[in-house]
């Protein structure tokens, strides 16, 4: 089974125990993150932020002790209440709702930003989820974003050797007939009414002392890739 995204309800209790691998791993990939979303929010201090699959916490988590007001939305009722646990437990104060991509429940006009990362390569429609992103979206709103460039390298990469060979992710996890090219996500970007910038390249860079992979900035997008665009106001009729 490709694309299977049942691990998020099965694995809800154990998001922040540091046990499993993968788990580590996809938490490991906050900081290159940040460290880009920084270069476009410079004052994350009473941004109200929606962290679109936000799964059980890790984005959200780091968001908010960053100053920003978040929303962790997610399928998987499971892994919002482990964040919602979490938050809890270290006195973070996260709004946490279980919702879809194509149905965000958010209001019009809402949020100064959404932040979606290791998503858009497994929803059903992407194209839905960025008009529902438009909608909750302020006038000049930003999207943040990374997702899975669809070459055989990256496929190479995070399929076979992240789940058949190494299992760094569980087998499954991923359909690399559903991840997307820069080209084809910036279209479809303009499209929908954004302001594109500049893409970067991200992937992974090292081992820690727990021998888990460690991620950073790369010079190629041919295998992760990071991006922002900020919501175009409609002219007037």
Same mark, same amino acid.
């Given at each position: ?123 059903? *429609?992407? &194209? ?6 438009? #909608?909750? @979206?302020?006038? !000049?709103?930003? +999207?943040? /974003?990374?997702? %899975? ?45 954004? *302001?594109? &910038? ?6 992974? #860079?090292? @081992?820690?002392? !727990?021998?888990? +992979?460690? /991620?950073?900035? %790369? ?19």
């Amino acid at each position: 089974m490709r694309n299977d995204q049942s691990i998020y309800r099965i694995y809800a209790a154990e998001w922040w125990t540091g046990r499993h691998r993968w788990l580590r791993t996809m938490h490991n990939l906050v900081p290159p993150r940040l460290k880009y979303f920084d270069g476009i929010i410079k004052d994350w201090r009473d941004v109200s932020v929606l962290d679109l699959g936000c799964g059980g916490g890790f984005m959200a988590d780091a968001l908010a002790r960053r100053g920003a007001a978040v929303i962790g939305v997610d399928p998987s009722a499971a892994a919002i209440e482990a964040a919602r646990e979490h938050a809890r437990l270290e006195g973070l104060v996260i709004d946490y709702r279980v919702g879809s991509g194509e149905a965000l429940p958010v209001p019009d006009g809402s949020v100064d930003c959404v932040v979606i990362v290791d998503v858009l390569e497994h929803v059903a *429609d992407p &194209g839905r989820v960025l008009d529902e992103i438009r #909608r909750v @979206l302020k006038p !000049r709103g930003a +999207i943040l /974003f990374d997702t %899975l460039n669809r070459t055989k390298l990256a496929a190479f990469i995070f399929v076979f050797l992240g789940e058949v060979v190494l299992r760094v992710g569980p087998l499954g996890t991923h359909d690399p007939a559903k991840f997307i090219k820069p080209s084809e996500l910036r279209a479809m970007l303009l499209s929908k009414g954004f *302001d594109v &910038g500049p893409m970067a390249g991200l992937g992974p #860079r090292g @081992l820690n002392r !727990r021998f888990d +992979i460690t /991620f950073g900035r %790369l010079p190629i997008l041919s295998l992760m890739y990071m991006g922002h665009a900020a919501k175009i106001v409609a002219p007037a009729a």
